[in-house]
């Protein structure tokens, strides 16, 4: 998968809005593009070394998926308990992959206070794009 497919995919999920937050906090921070739903980042990754991808999931998806996956480990600067990282292009496939971003955008998206999922729901579905 290459930048631009994933950039894409990430994109035309309902809602999501790319962002560089973290210029000025760290070397190198404004190379870092952040996905959101609602004010909230759902998927990162570092724009010139596109090698991997840190994503919001359950402890449990997250345990499954470093016992199976030589490709998920610990996210950058961010809790281990619910974000992990995924290589591009190792032993995860792609739709998987997209399915992991899918899921954690919807865990971002239904984790927003009751009032702003309502209006979120009204603008437009949760799905895949």
Known sequence: MNIEQFRAYCLA?????EKTPFAGFFPNARDILAFYVGGKIFCYFD??????????STPECIAELKERYQAAGNPFNMS?????????????????????????????RTSLPKKQQDQLAQAGPLGKP
Do not use: G, M
């Open 80 to 108: 281990p308990k619910y974000w992990l990282s995924i290589r591009f292009n190792d032993d995860l496939p792609d739709a998987l992959l997209l399915e992991l971003v899918t899921s954690s955008y919807t865990l971002v």
């Open 13 to 17: 999920l309902p809602f999501a809005e």
């Open 47 to 56: 724009l010139d070394k596109f090698d991997k991808c840190s994503l919001k």
